[in-house]
């Protein structure tokens, strides 16, 4: 390939190793997430709520970087399967509060050992997966700065 085109080359894109990491991350958490019954976009809702436990939808869009018309299914499956209740705050009607429900707060104890499954799943050192994480929030956090 001609030089001029050395920017097309996939191996010299960061978007290809990041996508492709991002599936593989995606598919070592499929078999332990399919034992809760959780897909990873409610698994990362899950976790979010087992820190706080009560949350407006706006927080829940804001902490995932997901479109409220993600979310929304979401909610709705986490709802059904009784972790989550949904409902409209009493100040404002247009807000929608998201609490964990005693469920919800049990299923926390089951999913203790996916955190230490995924740690074992990849050999970085604690350098390393700090590097890692701090330059990948580097990256979100600009995107974030563009959007207010």
Known sequence: MDDKYASLRLKN????????????????????LDKLD????????????WEEERVNEKFLCEALCLKT???APLLKKLQAKGYIKK???????????????KAGKKLRDEAL????????EFNLTPEESAMLY????????QDRMKDQ
């Open 38 to 49: 959780l897909t990873y976009t409610q698994y990362i809702v899950m976790m979010v709520l």
């Open 134 to 141: 701090s330059t990948l929030y580097k990256i979100l956090d």
């Open 113 to 120: 050992c996916v955190p230490e499954s995924m740690a074992r």
């Open 13 to 32: 894109q960061l978007c290809f190793p990041l996508y492709a990491v991002s599936n593989l991350i995606t598919r070592k958490y499929k078999p332990l």
């Open 69 to 71: 018309n993600t979310l």
């Open 87 to 101: 409902t409209k705050d009493s100040a404002d009607e247009r807000n929608l509060i998201i609490t964990l429900t």
